[in-house]
């Protein structure tokens, strides 16, 4: 059984920092392209960021040059790190595995002005 587990959310003040994970199971990780998506409150789903199967990462334009994604395939966990944190970053983060329909939980960051 596929499992994808966020964690790292919290709370935090704008210009702060934060790192997500995303750990994997159940699947041949390194394979996968993984993506970030968020979900603001009283908004749809945006995608954030992903990275290929080979490491290389794309970004939203909201979040370039702030936001990095990276993956560690020993662990089969991908990273969203987050620098110079925004209110308008306030949302739920989701991981996604490929272009199913893999998806974790969820994981809230808000984000204080």
């Known amino acids: 059984q596929v499992r994808l587990v966020e964690s790292g959310g919290g709370l935090v003040q704008a210009g702060g920092t934060l790192t997500l994970s995303c750990a994997v199971s159940?699947?041949?990780?390194?394979?996968?392209?993984m993506d970030w998506y968020r979900q603001p409150p009283g908004n749809l789903r945006e995608w954030v960021g992903g990275?290929?199967?080979?490491?290389?990462?794309n970004y939203g334009d909201a979040v370039k040059g702030r936001f990095t994604v990276s993956r560690d395939n020993a662990k089969s966990t991908v990273y969203l790190q987050m620098n110079d944190l925004k209110p308008e970053d306030t949302a739920v983060y989701y991981c996604?595995?490929?272009?199913?329909?893999?998806w974790g939980q969820g994981t809230q960051v808000t984000v204080s002005s």
């Open positions: 996604r595995m490929g272009l199913g329909d893999y």
């Open positions: 159940g699947a041949f990780f390194k394979i996968y392209r």
């Open positions: 990275i290929t199967d080979t490491g290389a990462a």
